[in-house]
C-alpha cells in the first residue's frame, strides 16, 4: 500500500501502481503495509509487512556503520 488519495488506495501489485477504492480494503490499514488480495478485498499481511520494515530497517543501518 502506496498511499492513500482520498477515497481510493494507490497500490503497486504486479510492477505498476493502480488505484482501488477503500472500500475493498480492511479497515485501518497503514501506508508502506503489505496487502493481498483475498475474495476481492484486499488484507494485511502482517507477516510480509513485518519482514520487510526489518529488511529496510537492516538495510539503513548498514549505510551507518564504520
Same mark, same amino acid.
Given at each position: 500500500?502506496?498511499?492513500? &488519495?482520498?477515497?481510493?488506495?494507490?497500490?503497486?501489485?504486479?510492477?505498476?501502481?493502480? $488505484?482501488?477504492?477503500?472500500?475493498?480494503? &480492511?479497515? /485501518?490499514?497503514? !501506508?508502506?503495509?503489505?496487502?493481498? !488480495?483475498?475474495?476481492?478485498?484486499?488484507?494485511?499481511? /502482517?507477516? &510480509?509487512?513485518?519482514?520487510?520494515?526489518?529488511?529496510?530497517?537492516?538495510?539503513? /543501518? $548498514?549505510?551507518?556503520?564504520?
Amino acid at each position: 500500500l502506496d498511499r492513500y &488519495e482520498g477515497d481510493f488506495a494507490v497500490i503497486e501489485q504486479d510492477g505498476v501502481m493502480k $488505484s482501488v477504492p477503500k472500500k475493498l480494503l &480492511e479497515p /485501518n490499514i497503514p !501506508e508502506g503495509s503489505v496487502i493481498v !488480495e483475498k475474495n476481492g478485498k484486499y488484507v494485511l499481511d /502482517n507477516d &510480509e509487512t513485518t519482514a520487510r520494515r526489518k529488511k529496510i530497517a537492516e538495510l539503513q /543501518n $548498514s549505510l551507518f556503520e564504520d
